[in-house]
């Protein structure tokens, strides 16, 4: 198990064909070897899996990343679920770059987006 940055960016839509590198989300999760999240590392760091959506236009959001039953969400205020953003079988994606993962954004909307990085997390000197 290893702890990873990953950067997501919006992908094509209906409304942006080209998609929009502004518009994404930054987390911190553990994958397994295989690229999978690993819930039982999650567990174990659950306090250090950040993330930070941005959109043009807004203050960027941070929260973090919760593992509820099998799925998995982003949750910016503890103990309100209205504001959860739950990740579309996020228990089954491969986590690599130019894959995609489905988001279910606070507006209710599902919108796909590029998996543009991942890094293992950088430990502070």
Known sequence: ????????????????????PRHGYEFIAPLDRQGHLDAAGWRAEKDRCLVRSFRPGEEPRTGKLRHVGQGWRFDYVPNDPDDDEPLFKLDRHVIAPSLYLTVKEEDGEQRPFKIVSVQPVRVAA
Not at 1 to 20: A, F, H, K, N, Q
């Open 1 to 20: 198990m290893s702890l990873m940055t990953i950067r997501l960016e919006l992908g094509r839509t209906r409304e942006l064909p080209e998609g929009d």
